[in-house]
């Protein structure tokens, strides 16, 4: 099998022209020149040898210089307006404001000529009614005040003057004495009422001296 290794660039594995990788490292020959050798008959390839470890990076290359900037393009067409989109909904009544401060009353001012009188205006809404605010707590009881001492007692009254004994009035005569009246019939003799019941045996007395 023949192989053409004219102008093979360095750095390839090529024993024939003694050229040898530079694996960044430090290891082989560097390649410095291109391998010019004439056609050789070589024998069969061999078989492949096992991936060497992999080289140490190089160092990194400058910067490149920054290209010029390029050239604002042409600005585009602005295009058509679009329609005017629906009204939105109204939106819900805000609550009703505090009162304000009332302000100091202003001087009468002199009284205008009358005008025509303005139809009724409508009804308002009727305010919201104001939370009731809590009732606080009842206040403790106070202090019961000390008894007043006892007053003297009083000097006793006079005694009254004893009224008049009256006159004894005089003795009503003796009434009549009454008729006897009849003496009433015997009544008849009851009957015999039930025998009591027994009654309980009292306590023997103490034995007597001989």
Do not use: H, K, S
């Not at 050789?40 to 990076?57: E, F, L």
């Not at 919201?128 to 001492?149: D, R």
């Not at 009035?169 to 009422?193: C, E, M, S």
């Amino acid at each position: 099998m023949l192989f053409n290794f004219f102008n093979r660039p360095c750095g390839e594995n090529n024993d024939g022209c003694g050229c040898q990788r530079n694996n960044g490292c430090g290891g082989g020959r560097p390649c410095c020149q291109m391998c010019n050798r004439p056609n050789v008959i070589v024998g069969p390839t061999g078989p492949q040898g096992p991936v060497g470890p992999r080289g140490c990076p190089g160092a990194t290359g400058p910067q490149g210089v920054q290209g010029l900037q390029g050239v604002p393009g042409v600005p585009g067409v602005q295009g058509p307006i679009g329609p005017t989109g629906a009204t939105g909904a109204t939106g819900a009544t805000g609550p009703q404001g505090f009162q304000g401060v009332q302000g100091a009353t202003g001087p009468v001012g002199p009284q205008g000529i009358q005008g025509v009188q303005g139809a009724t205006g409508v009804t308002g809404p009727q305010g919201l009614q104001g939370i009731q605010g809590a009732t606080g707590p009842v206040g403790p009881q106070g202090i019961q005040g000390v008894q007043g001492a006892t007053g003297a007692t009083g000097p006793q009254g006079l005694q009254g003057i004893q009224g008049v004994t009256g006159a004894t009035g005089a003795t009503g005569p003796q009434g009549l004495q009454g008729i006897q009246g009849v003496t009433g019939a015997t009544g008849a003799v009851g009957a015999t009422g039930p025998v009591g019941p027994q009654g309980i045996q009292g306590i023997q007395g103490a034995t007597g001296a001989t």
